[in-house]
């Protein structure tokens, strides 16, 4: 029975995953202005008012190409790819709802810290469980570095995904 004079759990918001490739396709839109409008707007100025953005930590499925954000333990942590396609949309995401708030999820650990040595398949080497800490914490503190802090952090997207094909 729906009762809605009964409260329940709270909402945190809705909102939307701000992928690699939808920020390719909003950024390179002729109408990229009315889209973030769209999105981000509060519903009393015309948007949905979207107040949640998931982030990924390194590459997904709807990215360009399958990357990590450090690709072997010496090499620097590079977020270059977010800063040049997904932060400029977070600015102006945030121009338009200032309380937006940001969650990231990581499709896969860094190839290099994996059985399989790929972003597909294979799980987290024991011995990279604190690396992986550590890997995640500096994408946290990258973004928020940039003004842009995460509220909120998965562990993994899709966990129980055992396609060899896919990043998990």
């Known amino acids: 029975t729906l009762r809605p004079e009964a409260v329940g759990q709270h909402i945190l918001g809705f909102g939307a995953a701000l992928t690699e490739s939808a920020a390719v396709l909003i950024g390179s839109s ?3 202005e009315a889209i973030l409008d769209d999105l981000f707007l509060p ?3 015309g948007g949905a008012g979207l107040s949640l953005l998931r982030l ?7 990215a360009m190409d399958a990357v990590s954000c450090q690709d072997d333990a010496r090499a620097a942590f590079d977020l270059g790819r977010d800063a040049e ?3 400029p949309l977070l600015a102006e995401a945030k121009a338009r709802n200032p309380s ?6 990581p499709w896969s650990p860094p190839a ?9 398949g294979g799980t987290l080497l024991d011995a990279c469980v604190e690396p992986y800490c550590h890997y995640l914490l500096r994408f946290l503190l990258h973004y928020k570095s940039r003004g842009f802090p995460i509220a909120a ?8 995904n055992d396609d060899v094909d896919y990043p998990c």
Not at 100 to 105: E, G, I, K, P
Not at 153 to 160: A, M, R, S, V
Request: proline share 5%; with cysteine.
């Open 153 to 160: 952090l998965t562990l993994q997207n899709e966990p129980y």
């Open 30 to 32: 002729p109408h990229r």
């Open 85 to 87: 396609l997904i932060m």
């Open 56 to 62: 990924c930590v390194g590459s997904s499925d709807f």
């Open 112 to 120: 290099w810290m994996k059985t399989s040595g790929r972003l597909a």
């Open 100 to 105: 937006l708030l940001l969650l990231a999820s």
């Open 43 to 45: 519903a009393g100025r």
